[in-house]
């Protein structure tokens, strides 16, 4: 799809026009003429069979690209004179809300209360053996309630009041935890104001907080909440992930702001303090952090998994507090900065805005080199909408920005992190371009001299007939539609919902289960599917969240008063009453 803008049809000669009065022999001459054209054309129709015939792949990309639609660039002025229109596209939401009903109600079904479900086992299972704490439950109330799906939220609600307990003795995923479970939550408390959420939603910020007795105040990677005890992570040198300990920010300091206690705000804000002091000259972060030193570990560098969100937090913490902790700006500035200087590229031939990954290799004498690997996760197809965001909130030039913006209403800033945003969303939607219309977990692109033959850019490294890579999956992941949604609300472009809908539509096609759910595909690029029994919570706390939003009117969460948790979960934007940053 991406070279749609380069190809472009030769315009034919225009005919000549004919005189009135022929003769005979002017006549029979057009005969003539019309008889070798007859030919030519016959001739020309042949040779692009055969040429389709030997090229369908070629092709098939091209019609792909016709139907799909592409946005190249962003042509500021272009875009700012087409007519908006954010009203809610109606049959389509209501199709979304459809498709979530028939995930919640064969959960309901088989697992109600389990953390996880398995749709075609039609089983549940839990986290831990110690029991459930409603990872799957509380990570959907806020999309039904945003749906208006009263009867199901009924029944979940009094699930939360009967059946939730964080009196677990079990290892839990601190960040997980904290995503899902408190950020969903909240953000029930805050679409409802009933007390139930916020008691059960402080209880485990309690229990979470003790993960933060370390020496310099970065959270273990897991917990224990029956025993309120932090547990180190023994896979990875006892370092913890820079992404976790920077993405329980928007959740802890809610807590704060809704309950009026200052603990959970100074233990979030703190780790942002030992991160800033932390800095590498890069100004880019690695994925691992010691605990006992505060300070990066020596590791890859990426905005894929365990990098991901705390990008995105830094924006969004700028965001919560209503741009008034300053500290965060910096930091995201910086960071963007630092992105666009070592890990963004573009592709080979089809001219694909991606980002890379480096990692460090020792050689002989233990000298440390940086090499590129050029992978992207499917995580970091966040990272688009992410950045449109951010052009408008910290790459503003004034205090008004339009729907979509105009060229003058971006610091230079801005205008680079638009674009890089707008082709980052374009290229997640090329990876989309599949047998199924779905884009696998991680893709790679090709480099010069890499020995790789592929139909575009970008491929799924080890796919090959008869072999499944686990790079070739897709688990009803949200970042895409995520970005989509962010850009359609700044936009108003109906491309991002046209892309939108064409991945709900793939996901009703191949992932959705006979007997009630959806599950995973093993393969995207393989018909017919295989899948793999699990439906990931955030299909319902996020993708179809943000389909449902792509789809309502922007009155609907607007984005000038709310900011989304990393699953989804939306926070209102207030202004800070309990500090105003460090610095
Ligand atoms: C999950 O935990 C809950 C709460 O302890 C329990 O009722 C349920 O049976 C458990 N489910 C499974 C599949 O073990």
């Given at each position: 799809?991406?070279?749609?803008?380069?190809?472009?049809?030769?315009?034919?000669?225009?005919?000549?026009?004919?005189?009135?009065?022929?003769?005979?022999?002017?006549?029979?001459?057009?005969?003539?003429?019309?008889a070798i054209?007859k030919?030519?054309?016959?001739?020309?129709?042949?040779?692009?069979?055969?040429?389709?015939y030997?090229?369908?792949?070629?092709?098939?990309?091209?019609?792909?690209?016709?139907?799909?639609?592409?946005?190249?660039?962003?042509?500021?002025?272009?875009?700012?004179?087409?007519?908006?229109?954010?009203?809610?596209?109606?049959?389509?939401?209501?199709?979304?809300v459809?498709?979530?009903?028939?995930?919640?109600s064969?959960?309901?079904?088989?697992?109600?209360?389990?953390?996880?479900?398995?749709?075609?086992?039609?089983?549940?299972?839990?986290?831990?053996?110690?029991?459930?704490?409603?990872?799957?439950?509380?990570?959907?109330?806020?999309?039904?309630?945003?749906?208006?799906?009263?009867?199901?939220?009924?029944?979940?609600?009094?699930?939360?009041?009967?059946?939730?307990?964080?009196?677990?003795?079990?290892?839990?995923n601190?960040?997980?935890?904290?995503?899902?479970?408190?950020?969903?939550?909240l953000?029930?408390?805050?679409?409802?104001?009933?007390?139930?959420?916020?008691?059960?939603?402080?209880?485990?910020?309690?229990?979470?907080?003790?993960?933060?007795?370390?020496?310099?105040?970065?959270?273990?990677?897991?917990?224990?909440?029956?025993?309120?005890?932090?547990?180190?992570?023994?896979?990875?040198?006892?370092?913890?992930?820079?992404?976790?300990?920077?993405?329980?920010?928007?959740?802890?300091k809610?807590?704060?702001?809704?309950?009026?206690?200052?603990?959970?705000?100074?233990?979030?804000?703190?780790?942002?303090?030992?991160?800033?002091?932390?800095?590498?000259?890069?100004?880019?972060?690695?994925?691992?952090?010691?605990?006992?030193e505060?300070?990066?570990?020596?590791?890859?560098?990426?905005?894929?998994?365990?990098?991901?969100?705390?990008?995105?937090?830094?924006?969004?913490?700028?965001?919560?507090?209503?741009?008034?902790?300053?500290?965060?700006?910096?930091?995201?500035?910086?960071?963007?900065?630092?992105?666009?200087?070592?890990?963004?590229?573009?592709?080979?031939?089809?001219?694909?805005?991606?980002?890379?990954?480096?990692?460090?290799?020792?050689?002989?004498?233990?000298?440390?080199?940086?090499?590129?690997?050029?992978?992207?996760?499917?995580?970091?197809?966040?990272?688009?909408?992410?950045?449109?965001l951010?052009?408008?909130?910290?790459?503003?030039?004034?205090?008004?920005?339009s729907?979509?913006?105009?060229?003058?209403?971006?610091?230079?800033q801005?205008?680079?992190?638009?674009?890089?945003?707008?082709?980052?969303?374009?290229?997640?939607?090329?990876?989309?371009?599949?047998?199924?219309?779905?884009?696998?977990?991680?893709?790679?692109?090709?480099?010069?001299?890499?020995?790789?033959?592929?139909?575009?850019?970008?491929?799924?490294?080890?796919?090959?007939?008869?072999?499944?890579?686990?790079?070739?999956?897709y688990?009803?992941?949200?970042?895409?539609?995520?970005?989509?949604?962010?850009?359609?609300?700044?936009?108003?472009?109906?491309?991002?919902?046209?892309?939108?809908?064409?991945?709900?539509?793939?996901?009703?096609?191949?992932?959705?289960?006979?007997?009630?759910?959806?599950?995973?595909?093993?393969?995207?690029?393989?018909?017919?599917?295989?899948?793999?029994?699990?439906m990931?919570?955030f299909?319902?706390?996020?993708?179809?969240?943000y389909?449902?939003?792509?789809?309502?009117?922007?009155?609907?969460?607007?984005?000038?008063?709310?900011?989304?948790?990393?699953?989804?979960?939306?926070?209102?934007?207030?202004?800070p009453?309990?500090?105003?940053?460090f610095?």
């Amino acid at each position: 799809m991406a070279d749609s803008g380069v190809r472009k049809r030769k315009n034919a000669k225009s005919s000549e026009d004919s005189g009135n009065n022929d003769s005979a022999a002017e006549r029979a001459r057009k005969d003539s003429d019309a008889a070798i054209l007859k030919h030519v054309l016959l001739a020309v129709v042949i040779s692009a069979s055969i040429f389709l015939y030997h090229n369908w792949d070629y092709a098939r990309t091209f019609i792909r690209a016709k139907t799909r639609g592409s946005i190249e660039g962003w042509d500021f002025e272009a875009k700012s004179k087409m007519s908006v229109d954010l009203s809610a596209d109606a049959p389509k939401r209501d199709a979304v809300v459809a498709a979530f009903k028939y995930a919640w109600s064969a959960y309901e079904r088989d697992a109600m209360g389990d953390d996880e479900y398995h749709p075609i086992g039609k089983s549940g299972s839990n986290l831990t053996d110690a029991g459930g704490i409603g990872y799957t439950v509380v990570d959907s109330i806020d999309t039904m309630l945003l749906m208006g799906v009263d009867e199901e939220y009924a029944r979940a609600r009094k699930w939360v009041a009967e059946g939730l307990s964080f009196d677990r003795q079990g290892n839990f995923n601190t960040f997980e935890t904290t995503i899902r479970v408190l950020g969903g939550l909240l953000s029930a408390y805050d679409l409802t104001h009933d007390d139930i959420y916020l008691e059960r939603a402080k209880d485990l910020g309690d229990r979470l907080i003790s993960a933060f007795s370390t020496p310099m105040g970065l959270p273990l990677s897991q917990i224990n909440l029956a025993k309120r005890e932090g547990v180190p992570d023994q896979d990875n040198r006892g370092l913890v992930s820079t992404a976790e300990v920077s993405t329980l920010q928007l959740e802890l300091k809610y807590l704060s702001y809704l309950t009026d206690e200052e603990v959970y705000w100074e233990k979030a804000e703190n780790v942002m303090k030992v991160i800033k002091d932390a800095r590498i000259p890069t100004g880019l972060a690695s994925i691992f952090l010691d605990p006992n030193e505060g300070k990066f570990a020596i590791g890859p560098i990426r905005l894929g998994s365990r990098g991901d969100s705390y990008y995105e937090y830094l924006l969004k913490q700028y965001i919560q507090t209503d741009r008034a902790e300053p500290v965060y700006r910096e930091m995201y500035d910086d960071a963007m900065t630092a992105v666009h200087t070592h890990l963004i590229r573009k592709s080979e031939t089809e001219g694909l805005t991606y980002t890379t990954e480096i990692i460090p290799e020792r050689d002989r004498q233990g000298k440390i080199n940086w090499r590129m690997i050029p992978k992207q996760d499917h995580l970091v197809c966040f990272f688009g909408g992410s950045l449109m965001l951010g052009a408008v909130t910290t790459g503003a030039a004034g205090d008004h920005v339009s729907v979509p913006p105009r060229e003058d209403e971006l610091t230079a800033q801005g205008k680079r992190d638009w674009l890089t945003g707008v082709e980052l969303v374009r290229t997640c939607m090329a990876t989309h371009e599949t047998a199924t219309g779905l884009s696998p977990e991680i893709v790679h692109f090709r480099t010069p001299n890499d020995g790789i033959t592929s139909e575009h850019d970008w491929y799924i490294k080890g796919a090959r007939p008869g072999h499944t890579p686990y790079d070739a999956r897709y688990i009803l992941r949200p970042e895409t539609v995520e970005s989509l949604f962010i850009a359609f609300r700044l936009t108003g472009d109906p491309q991002y919902r046209k892309w939108g809908w064409g991945i709900f539509e793939a996901i009703e096609k191949h992932c959705r289960i006979e007997s009630g759910g959806y599950a995973s595909v093993l393969n995207v690029d393989a018909l017919p599917v295989e899948l793999e029994d699990k439906m990931e919570t955030f299909l319902m706390s996020e993708t179809l969240k943000y389909l449902y939003l792509l789809f309502s009117d922007d009155s609907v969460v607007p984005l000038s008063k709310y900011v989304f948790n990393t699953e989804a979960h939306p926070f209102p934007i207030f202004h800070p009453t309990i500090r105003t940053g460090f610095s």
